[in-house]
Nanobody, 131 residues
């Protein structure tokens, strides 16, 4: 069974930074698309970003473009989400998830932050942005 474990959450002031990690076990990240999602209190879970390290594709929702960067650490079989210029509205539980790589790039783009496309989920890590 694939396992994903998130870490790196915490409390940070507005304008600050956090680095989230998603560690994979029992599978190799290179065969999957990894996505980051978040869920604020009282709101639905939403997509944030994804990466397909086999072709270098990365995708972001508009609200985090220019502030968040997703990357992969092959040696550690880990995906990292670097979050800068954090805002109170970034508060929530952050989850990483994995889906089998779609058969073509068009599907990949469309499914990048689509919750239903992901089969495996971590337990989440809390991010709180507050002064």
């Amino acid at each position: 069974q694939l396992q994903l474990v998130e870490s790196g959450g915490g409390l940070v002031q507005p304008g600050g930074s956090l680095r989230l990690s998603c560690a994979a076990s029992r599978f190799t990240l290179g065969n999957y698309v990894i996505g980051w999602f978040r869920q604020a209190p009282g709101k639905e879970r939403e997509g944030v970003s994804c990466i397909d390290s086999s072709n270098g594709y990365t995708g972001y929702v508009d609200s985090v473009k220019g502030r968040f960067t997703i990357s992969r650490d092959n040696a550690k079989n880990t995906v990292v989400l670097q979050m800068n210029s954090l805002k109170p509205e970034d508060t929530g539980v952050y989850y990483c998830a994995a889906q089998k790589r779609p058969p073509n790039i068009l599907l990949l783009v469309n499914l990048c932050v689509e919750i239903g496309a992901y089969n495996y989920w971590g337990q989440g890590t809390q991010v709180t942005v507050s002064s």
